[in-house]
């Protein structure tokens, strides 16, 4: 068994061709199989939009799970209809109210909802373009919280609902919100990224309630498994992840092996380059070993080993289709049995 730590579109480009039965049997990847796969998700992006919890990477693997994804964006259901969305820019239009992120007032941002602590927008004109379908999932989402289930237990029931074998875990049932300080001023990471389009330089980010946060026992199970980090951005998308208490402490337990999301001196994708120097670290693969030192060994782009402290394996790590995917896992599969063979006791 092997357990992933996922966020934004890396990890999930990874997984392709492990969920919802299409795994490959003769691809020999028992470890990555939907089966015995257990996912765990980051939940830093997430925001209330006009009153519903949105959860974008838990949802790009619950909908990879259920083979509906976009993988066009690798976000949303496939042939999804938008006409809510379209619908709230005409009352928009007509009402003259303003577009674009909102954020609701300051004292409405932990009353409520305890899950939507710090990232509570407005549905006035959504900044975030919703499907239709989509949309379902995340009032289902919302009403199973409201009705006192944990984002755990809502995300079993939907994981359940679309059809996704492999066992998908929030990072937290407490809330913590990724914060993007810019010159001009403290904004979420959706309103940095999509909101912004990731135009405002960024001088730190801030994983927000993280301190009072903690993993669930199921997350503290699934780390004492082999450890695979996917090749997102490992201050967005891996960071909050690990500001929880607790997870740093158990991934320096167990064998963990870390794919690199850089390619050719470039990240895999998203803005990951400019976080990660905002962080004091290189946007490199040696940057990659500081910001994980728990991790055993890395997954390199061909050519990039460079003077890593842990062992690497070298393989081409552009992932394009399952093909491509299944070349990277079996290179993460080769890292964690290099880490057995040479220690023991991890």
Known sequence: MVTVLSGGTGTPKLLEGTGSGRV????????FSSETLTIVANTGDDIELGGLLVSPDIDTLLFQGGDVLDREYWWGIEGDTHRTNEALFELASEAGLSEGPQYLPEKAQTAGRRLARWRRFSGIAEFMTIGDRDRAVHITRTSLIDRGETLTEATRVLGE?????????PMSDDPVATIVHTPE?????????????????????EFRGSEEAAPTDAVLEA?????????????????P????????????????????????????SGPAAELMRATGREPTT???????????????????????PVPTVETNIRIDGEA?????REAALRAIERVREGDGNR
Request: no cysteine.
């Open 161 to 169: 609902a679309v059809g996704a074998e492999s066992e998908i875990l």
């Open 241 to 268: 992840i690990l500001s929880v208490p607790g997870v740093r402490e158990a991934l320096a337990e167990t064998t963990v092996v870390a794919v690199s999301p850089f390619l050719a001196g470039e990240a895999f």
């Open 24 to 31: 490959d049997a003769a691809g020999g990847e028992g470890p």
């Open 223 to 239: 780390l004492t498994e082999p450890v695979v980090i996917g090749p997102s951005n490992p201050v967005t998308s891996v960071g």
């Open 324 to 328: 491509d995917a299944r070349r990277v």
């Open 185 to 205: 001023g403290a904004m979420h990471f959706q309103e940095y990224w999509v909101g912004r389009e990731g135009e405002p330089t960024v001088e730190d980010v």
């Open 286 to 308: 040696a940057g990659l070993a500081e910001a994980y030192p728990f991790a055993d060994a890395v997954v390199v782009d061909s050519g990039d080993g460079g003077d890593l």
